[in-house]
DNA sequence: GGCGAAATGGAATTTTCATTCCATTTTGCT
DNA sequence: AGCAAAATGGAATGAAAATTCCATTTCGCC
């Protein structure tokens, strides 16, 4: 309770302090502070109830025990607990603490930058973990066989799109990017058979164009690879082989750091397969 | 409720339960089924109450979504999305393992896309290294004062503009990409005038066009921000504020996730300090 | 366009939980 | 050993949270 010093708010902090102190504590206190220790993550969710039994102690040892590392009830330091799981999930403590002292002395815009880039780097953390690499394998296999890759990609999505434009380009890829220039979107696509290939990409709210494009495609059977955000995502349904990407995002922008990632992966797996069959230009 | 079939006692069936009964449920509840999804980690920790708000429902529809998908209330459903999180930490070294066979036996296009993923992690890093916020600062202002901004970036820089272009009409920002759509570059740009400004962005080899329309811009004395990658580029003579922006690469390809942070920043710091003056539209 | 059913919002209620309090036990000191 | 101070256990309390209930709105069908 009295505590002038400051009380530890990250997990790494915690952990010093209760070793620091253990030693100096009664019984019961020690006993909670071995168990907090060896069990971080009972007691991120468990209740006062339930880790009081699990460590073998009354409820009022664990409030006691937080209040004796300086908090005001276990609540407190059981939200410390549970940040370190979340923090955990992308390696982060460190960063958030960076990120505390440069907002201090920022200027509005510098905020800006490192809320931006912070959602970035989480993005691209999140699909790191999740991304499946038999899903990529597949993707590339259906996308270097085909003829001519249709890349349908609108508005927000229009960036990833183009750029995949611009590196089939260079690699020697035919492509056709559906850019819908003098409102010729249905015209571009219509070329498209079942020896081409769609590559769609769009997220909440799925422009409407995008996807009426998309299913124009499915509707004549072209094999289609989708990147989306969400398995509700109309994409998700019609696309032989989809991809779910979610972009942390920052004052309400997202990120497009992950999708973009994936994107030139896609692009010069897709190249390179195609090299085997058929030699062709190199380029960065 | 009346749950006869065996109810998901993990997050990886829970997930697909949710996925497949979306579809046939109401309006509401399907706003939920996306929010957890979309946010897992909310729903593990969060309480009834401060997720409802997250997600823009009622606390009693959360529970009803619970009941939904066949538990007795909101705790059950949680403690799945609880289960999940434990799992992934005990889950945490074994992961290093895996990501290590990974590595050995991974397919040549995971090699790519974690390398990818690196290059763009490295490109955000170092730029939040060496970003100049006063500089950051003086772009801000150059670009809130103009009338038009004229976004110049063909080729590779393409994506960014057009992003920019997209970010500044939902913003409310008058701008005026320059796709050179028809030919039509120059005359894109021939409106510009002193009380406009450009932003132009080009990386080596320099898009001769994207040069030329920069020089052009210049000589009627339009104030411009440039991003590029070298105090040798065409652009950084010209400009009267110019980034430095380095991205790094992997096999050849670079990154372009840097970059789309800063153009991110500018975007948003650009609509946000115009706002003051004359009130706008906000959106994503 | 009107009727009935389903869905929704929000307040009321119940349950669960953290915290506090106090009687009892243990510990440390003389 | 005997006393005071500290520690402990367990029940009582109050706060916060989940759940239920009901009036109102929305939706689908005739």
Redesign the pocket.
């Known amino acids: 309770m009295s505590q002038l010093d400051t009380l530890p708010k990250d997990f790494a902090g915690l952990r010093q302090r209760i070793v620091e102190r253990a030693a100096a ?5 020690t006993q909670i502070a071995a168990y907090a220790l060896e069990h971080p993550d009972e007691i991120a969710f ?5 880790i009081a039994e699990q460590a073998e ?8 025990f ?2 004796s590392m300086g908090y ?5 330091l ?1 939200e410390v607990f549970r940040s370190r799981l979340r923090d955990r999930i992308l390696n982060y403590e460190e960063r958030i603490e960076q990120l505390r002292l440069h907002a201090l002395s920022a200027s509005k815009s510098t905020v800006l930058f490192h809320g931006f880039s912070e959602a970035a780097e989480k993005s691209i953390g999140s699909l790191r973990e999740k991304l499946d690499p038999a899903a990529l394998d597949r993707a590339v296999d259906i996308l270097s066989k085909a003829e001519t890759i249709y890349l349908i990609g609108l508005r927000r999505s229009f960036p990833i799109s183009s750029y995949m434009a611009y590196a089939f380009g260079k690699l020697g890829v035919r492509s056709m990017l559906i850019d819908a220039v003098g409102g010729l979107a249905a015209e571009q696509i219509a070329a498209a058979t079942r020896k081409d290939a769609v590559l769609a990409v769009s997220f909440t709210p799925y422009a409407s164009e995008s996807v009426a494009l998309a299913q124009a495609a499915a509707a004549r059977h072209v094999p289609m690879v989708a990147v989306t955000d969400s398995p509700f995502s109309p994409l998700a349904q019609i696309a032989d082989l989809w991809f779910e990407v979610v972009e942390a995002n920052f004052e309400g922008f997202r990120s497009m750091a992950a999708t973009l990632s994936l994107a030139m992966t896609l692009t010069v797996a897709v190249a390179e397969k195609r090299t085997k069959t058929e030699p062709r230009i190199r380029a960065t």
Chains 1, 2 share one sequence.
């Open positions: 504590l009664p019984k019961r206190l468990g209740t006062v109830a339930s102690v009354q409820p009022s040892a664990l409030v006691r937080a209040q005001q009830g276990f609540s407190d059981q």
